[in-house]
């Protein structure tokens, strides 16, 4: 059963740093998303991407954010400078344009601010 | 706009009990909805969805849920816990199956031997 997938599984870096979440969306997908959920806290939607652009992106995603599609296969979110509130889960998301099909989520990437 | 509630952020059963986990939700659109499982650091599998058609949904795990427009809700049910079933439950909406998923606040479901 094809699946989304992300690298790395966890990722742990200094406050200040740029980092980079990768994902490898379902191969006939069209739309992919990111969501980021704190410890104990729900799911938040953070950008959505359709076409090779953003079609939306919550209050969350900032100017520290950003998304992109390098080539056919990977969907990466980036992080400028990373701050500690951005210590989270990411999960990857994607979906196609089928009627009746759902959002196909990834395992997560745990982000570890330091 | 659209929003989740779940009622109880923590639900406790004993092991055999009927599982209940209430989700009521707010669309301006007829809404696709779901339940999200998750087990501890873990990601997000998709018990089961409703978008449209027949209103009592069945998925994995012998867990059902059903939609009930008139009350805009989307109960989780199972007849019978297991200890396997301990867990983080998610309800969430969505206005597509391409738009962004609105997520409940969560409950965690304990089961009792």
């Known amino acids: 059963e094809p699946e989304v997938t992300q690298t790395p599984s966890h990722q742990v870096t200094q406050m200040g740093q740029e980092v980079i979440l990768r994902c490898v969306p379902i191969s006939n997908h069209l739309y992919f998303y990111w969501y980021r959920q704190i410890l104990g806290q729900k799911v938040e939607f953070l950008v959505s991407f359709y076409n090779n652009e953003i079609s939306e992106k919550s209050e969350i995603f900032d100017d520290q954010f950003s998304v992109e599609r390098p080539d056919g296969s990977n969907f990466t979110l980036k992080i400028r400078s990373t701050k500690l509130e951005d210590s989270a889960m990411y999960f990857c998301?994607?979906?196609?344009?089928?009627?009746?099909?759902?959002?196909?989520f990834g395992p997560g990437t745990r982000l570890t601010v330091l | 706009a659209q929003s989740v509630t779940q009622l109880g952020s923590h639900v406790s059963v004993s092991e055999g009990a009927l599982v209940l986990l209430r989700c009521n939700y707010s669309?301006?659109?007829?809404?696709?909805l779901f339940w999200y499982v998750q087990y501890p650091n873990q990601g997000l599998q998709l018990l089961l969805k409703y978008t449209t058609g027949a209103t009592l949904v069945k998925g994995i795990n012998g867990f059902e849920a059903e939609f009930k427009k008139s009350e805009t809700s989307f109960h989780l049910t199972k007849p019978s816990a297991h200890m396997s079933d301990a867990a983080e439950y998610f309800c969430a909406v969505s206005a597509t199956s391409y738009d962004k998923v609105i997520f409940g606040p969560g409950t965690s479901l304990s089961v009792i031997p």
């Open positions: 669309s301006s659109v007829p809404p696709y």
């Open positions: 998301a994607s979906s196609d344009i089928a009627g009746y099909n759902e959002q196909f």
